[in-house]
């Protein structure tokens, strides 16, 4: 099982263990984070969810050598939720949920912090978002979540530089509530997720659903922008040249290719 469920005190925490591959996300792994939350969601033994990864990473984002499969080979088969189903469960996830990223996350391990009510990052993580070095577009509506969050340029440099962001840079931007040393992450995490649970969950409910509402407009809208050009590039020679060269151990190279 790719994801370790575990609760204590009314907070469910869900462990992506898949430590080998970074925890990067399969079609298993995606179908198993959503079928949780949504669990989650209808458990009324359930407050919060605490969401963390295995090992040295917390998610390295879609595994590639997958994705480099979905985009080669007609007969690969989805999973019943993918990518775009744990999409839906976290946009409709009605409770608090709480994020400790204990290392490395690319990808949607980055761009899940859009829909944290509380972030929790360790001092030795770092996050990237590799869109344009892998040639397609941005995801889980971080386009529009982002700017939110940290403002037009820290998102901007986010979404378009493919670069590494410290732990110290996104609690600067306000992409994570707080920065802990490694070993009092969980802990500092759990203490904080352990406080809203002792609240009333209709209450919680009542609450996150106020703030989240005026914003379901917009993240679906985004999510449909980004997808249609997420259709459009992958696979496209940028997409094509990123997967080759990743399967090959070397650096893509789009200075060749048509603007």
Known sequence: MPLQIHDEQRVRTLTLDRPDALNAFDEELYDATADALLAA????????????????????????????????????????????????????????????????????GATVLGFADLAFMSSTARLKCPFTSLGVAPEAASSYLFPRLVGHQAA???????????????????????????DDLLTEARRHAEVLARRPV?????????????????????????????AELMGGPANLEALAAFAEGREPDFTALPG
């Open 41 to 108: 969601a209808d458990d009324p033994d359930v407050a919060v969810v605490l969401l963390t990864g295995a090992g040295r990473a917390f998610s390295a984002g879609t595994d590639l050598v997958e994705m480099h499969r979905m985009s080669t080979d007609p007969d690969f088969q989805r999973g019943r939720h993918g990518f775009p189903g744990l999409l839906d469960a976290l946009v409709a996830f009605p409770k608090p949920l709480v994020v400790a990223v204990n290392g490395v996350g690319l990808g949607i």
């Open 202 to 230: 209709t209450s919680l409910v009542a609450v996150k659903q106020a703030m989240t509402a005026p914003l379901r407009a917009g993240i679906d809208a985004a999510r449909e922008r980004e997808n249609a050009a997420f």
């Open 156 to 182: 901007a440099w986010m979404l378009l530089s493919s670069e590494w962001v410290s732990a110290d840079e996104a609690l600067a931007a306000g992409l994570v509530w707080r920065v802990c040393e490694p």
